[in-house]
């Protein structure tokens, strides 16, 4: 099948529910383009890309981080325009986007860096951000607004204030345009102090997480009276600042390499678990939850079979995202 044809077919068809057998038979496809002989990849043009007034990107050409034999090859960044499009895409970068997010945890060529004169800035900020969970706690960060946040720092000795230069790298990580690092997702909380409020949420039982009553309060309590009770909420309601440290985080897990980070976890901002998503899990199954094996699971079968519950994050979605079985669409 026509890749391009397929990608416009999955762009239109987006919101169909991935219980239905069209998607189940997607899922299940192997991935034809890993196997596409290296002539047929274009060269790559990272390092030629202009870079955007405002937060300095590299893009770094790693010699000894090349994928080695049967991984990926070095291919080019898709257009990085707020318009994107598929029918703007070549067909080599058809091929580049669909081989990152297939291997959304190998290392490419054209990947963008974080510039190497944030990294101390990136550390010392995001461990001061692991102070303000653990004191203030889990559940409530989940929570925590940005100005709750520098309030935290001024208040507590042991969370210390965030220095003006935290906060300046906060704020450009925040207001930088992700697609100039390989993110298509839309902006969902364009406020950097937006907050969620508190009334409007519901503290799900023994899972330290919360979910917007309502219709996401909803769709959870009715998919465990479909399913049972080994489906648990393994991540509910996140404000910006969550959303902040878990990217930060994945930024230092990625040695600074954005793409990689933001191919499994939204920059902040982008995350739909601002709004009304959030993932499940099968009880017991631990960080597995988190990859594609939580697609194997009994538990997951029968959510795919009930009609009524979409994921986010489909194979070879359009938002630069890996494949996310466990991450549950609202509306
Ligand atoms: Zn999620």
């Given at each position: 099948?026509?890749?391009?044809?397929?990608?416009?077919?999955?762009?239109?068809?987006?919101?169909?529910?991935?219980?239905?057998?069209?998607?189940?038979?997607?899922?299940?496809?192997?991935?034809?383009?890993?196997?596409?002989?290296?002539?047929?990849?274009?060269?790559p043009?990272?390092?030629?890309?202009?870079?955007?007034?405002?937060?300095?990107?590299?893009?770094?050409?790693?010699?000894?981080?090349?994928?080695?034999?049967?991984?990926?090859?070095?291919?080019?960044?898709?257009?990085?325009?707020?318009?994107?499009?598929?029918?703007?895409?070549?067909?080599?970068?058809?091929?580049?986007?669909?081989?990152?997010?297939?291997?959304?945890?190998?290392?490419?060529a054209?990947?963008?860096?974080?510039?190497a004169r944030?990294?101390?800035?990136?550390?010392?900020?995001?461990?001061?951000?692991?102070?303000?969970?653990?004191?203030?706690?889990?559940?409530?960060?989940?929570?925590?607004?940005?100005?709750?946040?520098?309030?935290?720092?001024?208040?507590f000795?042991?969370?210390?204030?965030?220095?003006?230069?935290?906060?300046?790298?906060?704020?450009?990580?925040?207001?930088?345009?992700?697609?100039?690092?390989?993110f298509?997702?839309?902006?969902i909380?364009?406020?950097?102090?937006?907050?969620?409020?508190?009334?409007?949420?519901?503290?799900?039982?023994?899972?330290?997480h919360?979910?917007?009553?309502?219709?996401?309060?909803?769709?959870?309590?009715?998919i465990?009276?479909?399913?049972?009770?080994?489906?648990?909420?393994?991540?509910?309601?996140?404000?910006?600042?969550?959303?902040?440290?878990?990217?930060?985080?994945?930024?230092?897990?990625?040695?600074?390499?954005l793409?990689?980070?933001?191919?499994?976890?939204?920059?902040?901002?982008?995350?739909?678990?601002?709004?009304?998503?959030?993932?499940?899990?099968?009880?017991?199954?631990?960080?597995?939850?988190?990859?594609?094996?939580?697609?194997?699971?009994?538990?997951?079968?029968?959510?795919a079979?009930?009609?009524?519950?979409?994921?986010?994050?489909?194979?070879?979605?359009?938002?630069?995202?890996?494949?996310?079985?466990?991450?549950?669409?609202?509306?």
């Amino acid at each position: 099948m026509d890749k391009r044809a397929f990608l416009e077919g999955f762009f239109t068809a987006s919101t169909v529910a991935f219980g239905g057998l069209y998607m189940l038979q997607r899922m299940q496809r192997p991935s034809l383009l890993l196997t596409t002989p290296a002539a047929t990849v274009a060269a790559p043009i990272a390092a030629s890309t202009p870079v955007p007034p405002g937060f300095q990107f590299t893009a770094i050409e790693i010699a000894s981080a090349k994928p080695a034999q049967g991984l990926p090859l070095p291919a080019p960044e898709l257009s990085a325009n707020s318009d994107f499009s598929v029918a703007s895409l070549s067909d080599a970068e058809v091929e580049s986007y669909l081989r990152k997010i297939r291997n959304f945890d190998a290392v490419f060529a054209s990947d963008i860096y974080l510039d190497a004169r944030y990294e101390s800035t990136l550390l010392q900020t995001t461990q001061r951000m692991s102070r303000v969970e653990a004191y203030m706690g889990h559940g409530n960060f989940n929570l925590m607004s940005f100005d709750e946040m520098l309030s935290s720092g001024r208040n507590f000795l042991k969370i210390g204030a965030f220095t003006p230069a935290e906060l300046e790298f906060l704020e450009e990580i925040f207001f930088a345009n992700p697609n100039r690092y390989g993110f298509f997702g839309k902006k969902i909380s364009p406020q950097i102090t937006a907050a969620i409020p508190k009334l409007d949420v519901a503290k799900i039982g023994d899972s330290g997480h919360f979910l917007l009553k309502g219709e996401s309060l909803n769709l959870y309590q009715q998919i465990k009276r479909d399913v049972g009770n080994e489906i648990v909420l393994t991540s509910g309601v996140r404000s910006i600042v969550k959303q902040m440290h878990l990217f930060l985080g994945k930024s230092i897990e990625t040695n600074g390499n954005l793409s990689r980070a933001s191919r499994s976890l939204a920059p902040p901002g982008h995350s739909y678990h601002g709004v009304g998503d959030f993932d499940i899990g099968k009880l017991g199954l631990g960080a597995r939850n988190f990859t594609a094996d939580f697609s194997a699971t009994e538990g997951y079968k029968k959510i795919a079979g009930l009609g009524y519950v979409d994921i986010r994050y489909p194979t070879d979605n359009l938002f630069g995202v890996r494949f996310e079985p466990w991450h549950i669409k609202l509306g």
